[in-house]
């Protein structure tokens, strides 16, 4: 399954939290995820959609976002207290 991760963070946190999105995949048998971050400030979504041909789309950013794929809140990701395990459990919708 490919993952584009929408934020609106640094590019470091971004990459950190695709890096942290693959590894709590694998831990519940998600085994063949790969995530792609761009930024929402200095990329255009309908381009990155287009060029990276995602499953889903998780944002990490509380604006809504209009696009073709399926986008799962990621905010949890960013504030663990909001619980990831919703991000992944909608997520295992989407894996094939």
């Known amino acids: ?34 995530a792609v971050a761009v930024n929402l400030f200095t ?10 041909n995602p499953d889903v789309i998780v944002r990490l950013t509380p604006k809504s976002l209009a696009a073709g794929k399926p ?8 504030y663990a207290f909001m619980g990831p395990d919703k991000v992944y459990n909608e997520l295992k919708q989407y894996y094939k």
Request: aromatic share 0%; with cysteine; hydrophobic share 40%.
């Open 1 to 34: 399954m490919k993952v584009l991760i929408i934020s609106g963070t640094t590019d470091a946190k971004a990459e950190k939290i695709s890096k942290e999105l693959v590894a709590g995949c694998k831990k519940r048998g998600m085994n063949e995820v790969e």
């Open 43 to 52: 990329s255009d979504l309908k381009e990155m959609e287009e060029r990276h």
């Open 71 to 78: 986008v799962v809140d990621g905010m949890p990701l960013v």
